[in-house]
C-alpha cells in the first residue's frame, strides 16, 4: 500500500458524457501528478501539481483538467469521453517538485462505451 | 523531447537466475533522474530504484541493481536470484531536473519459470 488512494476503482461511462476522478496523496506529500497507461499509447503523464497550483503539463487533452485543493486532494475531470479514452488513470504523489519519488495510487480504471 | 526505449518487449529466466533488462533514452539535459517501477498482475506502480544522473556510483537495492552508462545513455536493470514474486512488467522512467512528471518506456513483461 503506497498510501495513495485514488476513487472510485473502476468506471463505467457512455461517450459525451463527463466523470471526475479523485485522488487523495499521502500524507506530508504536497506534489499530486496524474498518467494515463492505455494499450495504445502506454504510460503518459498528463499533468502535475505542487501545493495546489499547477507545475507542469504532458500530454493533457483539452478536453481534461485537472485541480488541486487545499486539503492537497487532486482530481481529474474528463468530458466529452471518447472510446479512445478507455484506460487506467493513475495519480501518484511525492514529497515536493523536485524528482523525489513518486508514489502511486492504485488507479481508476475508466471504461467508455 | 525525451524519449525513453525499452528494446525487449518479454524476457524470461529460470527461478534464481540472474536476469538483466535493457533501458536506453536520449536527452539533452544534464540533470535528470532514471527510475524502474515494477507493475504486477494487480496494476500497482511500485518503485523499484532510482539513479540520480550526476552520481557515477550504481543505485542497489537488495536484489535490484542498474548498471548506469551515462554516455551511453543506457540504464540497465539487473534482478538477482529471481523469484517468483518478480514477474511483472518493468517499465523505465526519466524524469528532468526541473517540475515535470515521468517519461516511460514502452515496458518489458518478465516471466520467472519455476
Known amino acids: 500500500d503506497s498510501g495513495v488512494t485514488q476513487t472510485p476503482k473502476h468506471l463505467i461511462t457512455a461517450t459525451g458524457q463527463r466523470v471526475t476522478l479523485r485522488c487523495s496523496p499521502r500524507?506530508?506529500?504536497?506534489?499530486v501528478y496524474w498518467y494515463q497507461q492505455s494499450l495504445d499509447q502506454g504510460l503518459q503523464f498528463l499533468i502535475q501539481?505542487?501545493?495546489?497550483?499547477?507545475?507542469a503539463k504532458g500530454n493533457i487533452l483539452e478536453r481534461f483538467s485537472a485541480q488541486q485543493f487545499p486539503d492537497l486532494h487532486s482530481e481529474l475531470n474528463l468530458s466529452s469521453l471518447e472510446l479512445g479514452d478507455s484506460a487506467l488513470y493513475f495519480c501518484?504523489?511525492?514529497?515536493?517538485?523536485?524528482?523525489?519519488?513518486?508514489?502511486f495510487g492504485p488507479g481508476t480504471r475508466l471504461t467508455v462505451t | 523531447a525525451q524519449t525513453v526505449t525499452q528494446s525487449q518487449p518479454e524476457m524470461s529466466v529460470q527461478e534464481a537466475e540472474t536476469v538483466t533488462l535493457s533501458c536506453t533514452y536520449d536527452?539533452?539535459?544534464?540533470?535528470?533522474?532514471l527510475f524502474w517501477y515494477k507493475q504486477p498482475p494487480s496494476r500497482q506502480m511500485i518503485l523499484v530504484i532510482r539513479?540520480?544522473?550526476?552520481?557515477?556510483q550504481n543505485a542497489t537495492e537488495n536484489r535490484f541493481s542498474v548498471n548506469f552508462q551515462k554516455a551511453a545513455k543506457s540504464f540497465s536493470l539487473k534482478i538477482s536470484d529471481s523469484q517468483l514474486g518478480d514477474a511483472a512488467m518493468y517499465f523505465c522512467?526519466?524524469?528532468?531536473?526541473?517540475?515535470?512528471?515521468?517519461?516511460f518506456g514502452k515496458g518489458t513483461h518478465l516471466i520467472i519459470q519455476p
Open positions: 536527452t539533452s539535459e544534464s540533470d535528470y533522474y
Open positions: 539513479q540520480e544522473a550526476y552520481k557515477q
Open positions: 501518484a504523489s511525492s514529497v515536493g517538485e523536485s524528482p523525489y519519488e513518486q508514489y
Open positions: 501539481y505542487y501545493n495546489g497550483e499547477e507545475r
Open positions: 500524507s506530508g506529500d504536497l506534489s
Open positions: 522512467a526519466y524524469r528532468a531536473g526541473g517540475a515535470d512528471g515521468l517519461t
